[in-house]
Every structure is written in C-alpha cells, then in structure tokens.
C-alpha cells in the first residue's frame, strides 16, 4: 500500500503552516481552509478541527535508509528529539528492518523519520541532507475502536496485518506504507502519556481493493486505482 495523500484535522492551521514551513522547511500551500504539504511523493492537508480536541496525531515520514544518519543530523538542527531510556535513535525489530528517530510537531503531534531497509534507496546528489530528500509519508497512526474487526474488514479488502500486532496495536499495509491501527487511550511510542484517540483523519492510498474503507467514526481509508 502506498500512501498518497493525508487529510487530518488541526486545532490551528496558523500553527501547522508555521511548523512545516519554517521549522521542517517543507513545501506549504495555505487558503483560509485548507493547509498543503508536500513530501516527496506525498501529500498532507491539514484542515480546522475542534479547539483542545482529544488525542495527538502520529505520523512517520520516509527517509532513504543510507540517508538516516544524514537525516538525523539535519532533524538534529530543527528540533530536539524524543527519547526513551536516554535514547533517541530507535532501531526496529528484526521483523521491522528500520531505524527511527522521533521529534514532537504541531498541536501535541508524534512525528517520525523512518529508514526502512527492505525498500531500495534512490540514487541522491552528493549534497546536504534536506526537507526535499524526505520521500513520502510511510505511516499514519489510527485510533480504532474495535481493532480487531477493522484490521479483519481491511485484509479482505487486501491491506494485511504487517508484524507484531496485538489487541491494541496492528500495523496493516507493508514496507512501502502502512496504517498504525491502535485502540484508543494507548499512548504513541516513544511517550507515555501522548495518547491517540478518534480523531478526522482520512487516508488516500493506492494497493488493495478500491473503494471507501471505514476505520471507525470518524476515520476512512480510501485505495484509488
């Protein structure tokens, strides 16, 4: 499943426009509506949400794995990093073949770069990392209400369980993107108290069966052809 395009609320577009312009340096487009990131092949959209709404965000933005430590650096630069027993480099399982780093973003967000090793890096000039080498949005983190029976709904609709999943944390899709479907009330890695819950969010994707997928509420899944 490649992830396209991302549409989620915000309690401040002021605030979201500002982060991704001025501190991650990305492309931004802003209308009194709507504010438009662009990452790589990937695309967020921020829209007006409820003021002091329940819950944060998680996303993971990819990075070529023989750009990590480059990518490290320049996130370095920018923002502090999250940590976790006096670490903030994070190496995945074996089943993850990846390597992370954490970073907070806008509205009390958990923001992610994610190498992941399986997936073939592009060829890059021999220059700095920076905001253009960040490739696409590899993960979207899902409050889900009844887990199960959703991570069931999207393998029959062709979006598997990807590895270690539980009753409270199923990561469906694979290496190219995925969806993080996690109960609500459980809190976002590496922290322990930045708990997702139901919030708007709508993922466009391509992979899988086309058509509107539901994911509770007040979240979908929509696979285009």
Do not use: C
Not at 8 to 20: C, G, K, N, R, V
Not at 31 to 57: Q, W
Not at 68 to 80: E, G, H, K, N, Y
Not at 166 to 194: C, K, N, Q, Y
Request: hydrophobic share 45%.
């Amino acid at each position: 499943m490649r992830i396209t395009r991302v549409v989620l609320d915000t309690s401040s577009l002021e605030e979201a426009a500002a982060y991704y312009s001025g501190v991650l340096e990305l492309p931004v487009d802003r209308t009194d509506r709507i504010v438009s990131i662009r990452l790589g092949d990937g695309l967020l959209e921020f829209v007006e949400g409820e003021k002091g709404a329940a819950g944060a965000h998680h996303l993971a933005f990819l990075v070529a794995a023989d750009a990590f430590d480059d990518a490290t650096r320049w996130l370095r630069q920018r923002v502090p990093l999250l940590s976790l027993d006096g670490t903030d480099e994070f190496e995945g399982s074996a089943a993850w073949n990846s390597q992370s780093v954490y970073f907070d973003g806008p509205d009390g967000s958990i923001l992610e770069l994610i190498a992941r090793r399986e997936l073939a890096s592009q060829p890059r000039a021999a220059r700095a990392f920076s905001a253009a080498d960040i490739l696409g949005v590899s993960e979207v983190g899902v409050a889900v209400a009844g887990l199960p029976v959703v991570a069931g709904r999207l393998a029959d609709a062709g979006v598997p369980p990807f590895r270690d999943t539980s009753e409270t944390f199923a990561p469906t899709g694979g290496a190219d993107g995925m969806l993080i479907l996690v109960a609500p009330g459980r809190a976002w890695f590496p922290t322990t108290d930045r708990v997702a819950a139901e919030r708007p969010i709508t993922v466009y994707a391509t992979g899988g069966m086309v058509g509107r997928h539901s994911l509770g509420e007040h979240a979908e899944l929509v696979i285009e052809a």
